[in-house]
C-alpha cells in the first residue's frame, strides 16, 4: 500500500567555503558631465568590467536558485512505504503480532539540510552557504511563507500551540525500538477484549500516541505537520490490512474503524492556510561585489509525486563595487523571472541592473532554450553583448558593439 505524498521542503545547499576576494584599487576619473551624451566616449575596459561583474552576479543568485529548484523538486516526491516497511506474522487466528520491521523508515526523505531539521531560527530565516564562490560570493537565508501569509517562525508555531509526534520517530528505520511501528506494536495486544470497542482502540492505542507529541521546532516538523493527514491515513489502512490478514473478528474491525484514527499525529488539523507556499530569500554579496538582494519565490503542490508549480519570481537589491577608472559604481537590481520549464529553471524573464550616476544599465534576458542574452548599455548606447552557449551556464564573452569583436570575459 504504497502511498506517494507532497512533502515541500527547501532543501540543502551546496556548500562552498567562499573567501572574499580583493577589492581592487580605485582610480578615480571625473565622471562624465552630461546625463546623456550624443556622443559616448570609448571606455572599453570600464565595459567589459561592468559586464563581467554583472555576470557574475548572475551566476550567483542563479546557482543558490537552482540548488533550492533541484532540492525542493527532488523533496516534493517523499515516499510513505508503509506497506512494504513492515508485515504481521499471524500466529494462531487472532492472536498474531507485527513481525519485526525491515530496516526502513515509514517517511523515506533524502537530502533534507540539518537547517530544516534543527529547531528554527528566531526569525525563521534558515542560513545557507553561498552557491558558487563567484564575484558576488551570494551567501542567503531563507524564510518560508504560508498560504495566508504568514512567516514560519518559532512564534507562529507557539501561536498555534503546535505538537506533533517526533519527526525521527517516521524518518528512522521501523525496525528501531523508538519507531512509531515499534511503538504501536507495543500498545496494541491482540486478543485484548477493549479492542472490541471504539473506545478500547482509542484508549489502548490513538490516546497513547497523542501523549508522544512533543512542541514542533523545526521547518520539518512544520511540514510533517501539514503532510499528517496522509501519514495517519496511511497508518491507519496499513493496520487495518494487517488485522483483517490476522483474521481478526468483525466486530473488533468494526470497532477499530469507529475509533479516532485520526488527530493523533498532531494537537490539530492543518487547514489551506497553513500550507507552505512562498520563499522569502535575502542574499548578502560578500565577494568583490558587496550589498543585498531580497527575492520572493511563490511556488504550490499539485499532488503526490509532483513538482512543484511555481510562480513568478520577483527581487530588488543594491550592489557596489569599486571599479579602476570609474569609482563606486551602485548598481539597483531587479528581477522578475515569469517561466519556467518542468525543472523549475527559469526560461523567460529578466534581469536588470542600472547605475544612474555612471550611466550604465545591463539587461539580462531569459531565453525559451535555457540560455541568456545580455545586453550592456552606457546612457542608452549599447556598447556590449553577452552571450552564452546551451551547453554552458554562464556568460562567458563580452562582443564590443563598436568594433565587433569579441573577447573572454575577465574572471570578475
Known sequence: MKKTIALFFFAGWLLAACGKAPTPVATQTAAPAESSPTAVPANHAADVQVAAKMAGLLFDLETVQKNLDDDTTAMAKVTVGAADTVSFDPGLGFGGKLAAPVARPLVQISKVPQGFLDPLPENGAIPGEAGSCGAAAAKPAVTFMTAGGLAVTPQLLADKKLQTLPTDMVTRAQSD?????????????????????????????????????????????????????????????????????????????DAYNASQKSGWYASSLPAPDDALAQMKIEAQMDGSIEGTVHEQREFTITGADQTPQY??????????????????????????????????????????????????????????????????????????????????????????????????LPNP
Open 177 to 253: 525500538p523508538k519507531s512509531l511501528l515499534a511503538l504501536i506494536n507495543t500498545l496494541v495486544k491482540n486478543g485484548d477484549p477493549r479492542l472490541a470497542t471504539a473506545q478500547g482502540w482509542n484508549t489502548l492505542l490513538w490516546d497513547q500516541l497523542k501523549t508522544r507529541q512533543t512542541s514542533a521546532e523545526s521547518l520539518m516538523d512544520y511540514q510533517l505537520w501539514n503532510a499528517s493527514p496522509e501519514i495517519e491515513q496511511e497508518v491507519a489502512d496499513l493496520y487495518e490490512a494487517q488485522l483483517r490478514q490476522m483474521g481478526a473478528p468483525a466486530i473488533v474491525l
Open 311 to 408: 510562480g513568478v519570481q520577483t527581487g530588488d537589491g543594491t550592489v557596489t563595487w569599486d571599479a579602476p577608472g570609474l569609482g563606486v559604481l551602485t548598481f539597483d537590481v531587479t528581477i522578475r523571472l515569469n517561466k519556467f520549464d518542468d525543472r523549475g529553471h527559469a526560461v523567460g524573464g529578466t534581469v536588470v541592473g542600472i547605475d544612474a550616476d555612471k550611466g550604465y544599465t545591463v539587461n539580462m534576458t531569459f531565453l525559451p532554450d535555457g540560455t541568456r542574452k545580455g545586453e550592456i548599455l552606457r546612457y542608452g548606447k549599447p556598447v556590449g553583448q553577452l552571450s552564452m552557449s546551451v551547453d554552458e551556464n554562464k556568460f562567458q564573452n563580452f562582443l564590443d558593439v563598436s568594433t565587433n569583436q569579441s573577447e573572454p
